[in-house]
């Protein structure tokens, strides 16, 4: 089992940057493929950005080039810097961790953190 915790959302105006963190449980996070994905209000989940290993990272079109996603494995903790954010990008954001162990794929998921974009 896996837990994830979010934080760093919040209101901020068009333009404007966030950082959110999430913090995994386990001593094999290294291993885990991480993720960040949204969902809006009457809108289905959808992915923001993966990071397998350090460089190897995935992005949806609408926010390539604005959102950088990063990890720092001494502190199992997954990072989405937002910049440039607009109110398109307003939902909940919520943190993935896809873990491989003896061939079989489990997926586990954070509480959620809402991200308002707004003036």
């Known amino acids: 089992q896996v837990q994830l915790v979010e934080s760093g959302g919040g209101l901020v105006q068009p333009g404007g940057s966030l950082r959110l963190s999430c913090a995994a449980s386990g001593n094999i996070f290294s291993t885990y493929i991480m993720g960040w994905y949204r969902q809006a209000p009457g809108k289905e989940r959808e992915l923001v950005a993966t990071i397998a290993t350090p460089g190897s990272t995935n992005y949806a079109d609408s926010v390539r080039g604005r959102f950088t996603i990063s990890r720092d494995n001494a502190k199992n903790t997954v990072y989405l810097q937002m910049n440039s954010l607009k109110p398109e990008d307003t939902a909940v954001y919520y943190c993935?961790?896809?873990?491989?162990?003896?061939?079989?794929?489990?997926?586990?998921w954070g509480q959620g953190t809402q991200v308002t974009v707004s003036s």
């Open positions: 993935n961790a896809r873990v491989v162990l003896g061939g079989l794929q489990y997926d586990y």
